[in-house]
């Protein structure tokens, strides 16, 4: 099994900060592109960010210039530095990774359980 484990979401006034991490850990033999997701009450779930293991970074529009993603290959383990925070940031995150279990197995793609963010005015 896979598992993606989210940490460092919490409660932030507007203009503040947040780190927030995601440790994959399990049964893994190689991770491609990994991903921030977030999602608001009575909204669908929307991509934040993406990277792929070669380093290529994908940012939404509404995050463009304030979020930064990033990751560290030798752990499986994916960041999301979030700086000039606004109201509407507020969510849950969740974390995903394209993985192949073995050289054998097709690529799947795994979630995180999320992490809360709320942003206060």
């Known amino acids: 099994q896979v598992q993606l484990v989210e940490s460092g979401g919490g409660f932030v006034q507007a203009g503040g900060s947040l780190r927030l991490s995601c440790a994959a850990s399990?049964?893994?033999?190689?991770?491609?592109?990994m991903g921030w997701y977030r999602q608001a009450p009575g909204k669908q779930r929307e991509l934040v960010a993406t990277?792929?293991?070669?380093?290529?970074?994908n940012y939404a529009d509404s995050v463009q210039g304030r979020f930064t993603i990033s990751r560290d290959n030798a752990k499986n383990t994916l960041y999301l530095q979030m700086n000039s925070l606004k109201t509407e940031d507020t969510g849950i995150y969740y974390c995903?990774?394209?993985?192949?279990?073995?050289?054998?197995?097709?690529?799947?793609?795994?979630w995180g359980q999320g992490t809360q963010v709320t942003v206060s005015s």
């Open positions: 995903s990774a394209d993985v192949r279990r073995s050289y054998l197995s097709n690529w799947s793609k795994y």
């Open positions: 399990g049964s893994i033999f190689r991770v491609n592109e």
């Open positions: 990277i792929r293991g070669i380093g290529s970074k």
